[in-house]
């Protein structure tokens, strides 16, 4: 390489950043577009610059109908051509997903200090209102004598929801908030492979998370398990579970699959 | 399998037409050009429309995908991209940020973990990974993690020179440095990017 054409180099890798996120005028933009056609490693900078930026950003995922959109595209285009293909395609138009409501967002709920009796009955209702519970689950949590035995007067009963990879899974935490001990229910979570096993995190407010055991859910996908924390559950502000290695990890390595929050003004 | 062979795999699947593995292509690649895609725009349902779009282009152009020009989630990127530059230039709109990624201040952490999202579990990981990134920010010079944090909200890197008082050319050095030290920080921690 020259040393005009160095300079070039050099310049133009200053100006990827800006490149990047579309900053610089049009006629910039196309001295760099053609820079990069011959230029791997001007290439390779900007992928991973690209990446890094994704990495900065710090916002909630894409609304799940954006997938579903998607997905229905895609499928009515698999449709009329059996596989991928290479040929000119129109522009695609995407699919309007609506704006986001109030309504989509899901809304931490606020505990509420119970009794044996209302405790039950609130996690009956709250389950059925998620949309992901049944019958026959529900008599198991009438007849289970670990939940008799655990909930007490200050019982709280945290709703867990699920994430993009484990709909429509749901369930609930119930807790006394001053001791380690906490009785997590979940049904409808997605199969894991054979060599991992579903872990539990707490998190604390600073955002450190702690394992709180390793968990099995049955072939359909429940899960009734006590959890042991390392300190009161009134330390932590969040509870996710994800699936791990068998042996555990030492922090989250996938996605979470269901997750909820344990609200700190109690 | 490792994520670029697994990736790599599922692309030959979609060029076979199987909208299974295309579906956990964009499950494993999605989150992260969707917040690519929200630096640039600036706004959320633009950002969602350009995902969309930069996913059915991926669907349909995965017969051109090779593995010797870059991983499977570059090649991602690089359709986001020109998806994005192509929409701000008909829109002939400049850029907007969003939300400081490296915030410090514990408590307004804790109030960002509480926003209303999508789901408590992905807000839950957002808090895992931006606790991350505030460590690896941690680690740089402070002129270095200046001007990256101000570059994620959105500033170009005049309008940082400006802000800071810095000469351009003194910021562009800065800035190169800064995301090279913080890209080799979080390989070497094993940031999770998903």
């Excluded at chain 1, 054409?5 to 100006?15: G, K, S």
């Excluded at chain 1, 490693?41 to 998607?70: F, H, S, Y």
């Excluded at chain 1, 008799?148 to 945290?158: L, P, Q, R, S």
Aim: charged residues 25%; aromatic residues 4%.
């Amino acid at each position: 390489m020259n040393g005009e054409a160095t300079t070039a180099h050099e310049d133009i890798l200053e100006m990827l950043p800006d490149y990047a996120v579309g900053a610089l005028d049009e006629g910039a933009s196309e001295l760099i577009a053609r820079h990069l056609d011959d230029c791997a490693p001007c290439r390779d900078e900007l992928t991973a610059l690209l990446e890094m930026i994704g990495l900065l950003t710090v916002t909630v995922p894409p609304r799940p109908e954006v997938k579903a959109a998607l997905i229905a595209r895609v499928a009515a285009e698999l449709r009329t051509a059996p596989a991928a293909t290479t040929s000119p395609a129109p522009d695609p138009t995407p699919i309007e997903v609506a704006p986001a409501s109030p309504s989509d967002r899901v809304r931490p709920m606020r505990p509420a200090r119970l009794p044996l009796w209302a405790g039950l009955a609130a996690a009956l209702i709250l389950l059925v209102g998620l949309g992901a519970w049944n019958l026959s689950l529900q008599r198991q949590l009438d007849e289970r004598p670990s939940v008799d035995g655990f909930i007490g007067d200050t019982a709280e009963v945290h709703p867990l929801t699920d994430s993009q990879l484990s709909p429509p899974a749901s369930g609930v935490l119930i807790v006394e908030p001053e001791s380690d001990e906490a009785l997590l229910i979940a049904h409808g979570l997605p199969a894991i492979p054979a060599d991992q096993r579903l872990q539990v995190w707490l998190f604390t407010a600073t955002g450190e998370r702690i394992s709180a055991g390793l968990l099995t859910a049955n072939q359909d996908g429940h899960v009734d398990s006590r959890i042991q924390a390392p300190a009161p559950l009134e330390n932590y502000v969040a509870v996710a579970i994800s699936a791990e290695a068998a042996a555990g990890s030492s922090s989250p390595t996938t996605q979470l699959l269901l997750g909820g929050w344990l609200p700190a003004d109690r | 399998m490792d994520g670029p062979k697994h990736d790599q795999e599922l692309i030959d699947r979609v060029v076979a037409g199987d909208l299974e593995a295309f579906e956990a292509l964009y499950d494993r690649h999605a989150d992260v050009v969707f917040r690519y895609l929200v630096r640039v725009m600036g706004d959320r349902q633009i950002a969602e429309n350009l995902l969309q779009e930069a996913f059915v282009r991926a669907w349909r152009h995965a017969p051109t995908y090779r593995a010797e020009r870059g991983q499977v989630r570059s090649w991602l990127f690089g359709i986001a991209h020109h998806v994005a530059l192509h929409e701000l230039r008909s829109q002939r709109r400049r850029p907007q940020g969003i939300q400081l990624a490296g915030d410090r201040d514990a408590q307004a952490a804790v109030e960002r973990v509480r926003e209303p999202a999508p789901g408590p579990a992905e807000a839950a990981w957002a808090a895992v990974r931006r606790a991350d990134l505030v460590r690896a920010l941690d680690q740089l010079p402070p002129n270095q993690r200046q001007v990256i944090e101000l570059y994620a909200i959105g500033y170009t890197q005049s309008e940082i020179a400006t802000s800071t008082d810095h000469p351009l050319g003194t910021v562009k050095t800065w800035m190169r440095r800064g995301l090279l030290h913080l890209r080799e920080t979080l390989e070497r921690e094993g940031f999770d990017a998903t």
